[in-house]
C-alpha cells in the first residue's frame, strides 16, 4: 500500500516561496502519476500540479503556471511542489496524490491515494 504524507506548509508572506514534500515508504513513485491538490474553506478541491511517468509529462493548473514546479526526487522517494511569487489566493490546505494510471491526471477522482494534507497560509 501507498502512504503518502506532505510536509512543508506555513504561514509566509505575499512573494514568499515554499517548497512542499510528498514522501512514501512505498517506493512507487517511478512508476506513479502524482499530483498537488489545493481546497480552501467553502471551496471544491482544485488541481495545481501533475507529474506522470509516462513521457515525463508536467501539468500545471493555469493559476499556478510559471509560479509553481513540481519535481520529484526518485533517490528519496519523494515529489516535491516548489511554490514562488506566493499570493494570498494560494492560501488552502494542500494535498498529495497518487495513482497508477497516467489518464487524466488533472482529475482529482481518479486518484488512488491521498495524503493528510499540510496547510499553506499566505499573508498580505
Known amino acids: 500500500q501507498v502512504q503518502l504524507v506532505e510536509s512543508g506548509g506555513g504561514l509566509v508572506q505575499a512573494g514568499a516561496s515554499l517548497r512542499l514534500s510528498c514522501a512514501d515508504s512505498?517506493?512507487?513513485?517511478?512508476?506513479?502519476?502524482m499530483g498537488w491538490f489545493r481546497q480552501a474553506p467553502g471551496k471544491e478541491r482544485e488541481f495545481v500540479a501533475a507529474f506522470s511517468w509516462s513521457g515525463g509529462s508536467v501539468y500545471y493548473a493555469d493559476s499556478v503556471k510559471g509560479r509553481f514546479t513540481i519535481s520529484r526526487d526518485v533517490t528519496k522517494n519523494t515529489v516535491y511542489l516548489q511554490m514562488n511569487s506566493l499570493k494570498p489566493e494560494d492560501t488552502a490546505v494542500y494535498y498529495c496524490?497518487?495513482?497508477?494510471?497516467?489518464?487524466?491526471?488533472?482529475?482529482?477522482?481518479?486518484?488512488?491515494?491521498w495524503g493528510q494534507g499540510t496547510q499553506v497560509t499566505v499573508s498580505s
Open positions: 496524490a497518487a495513482k497508477r494510471t497516467r489518464v487524466g491526471a488533472s482529475q482529482d477522482t481518479t486518484y488512488e491515494y
Open positions: 512505498g517506493r512507487t513513485f517511478s512508476t506513479y502519476t
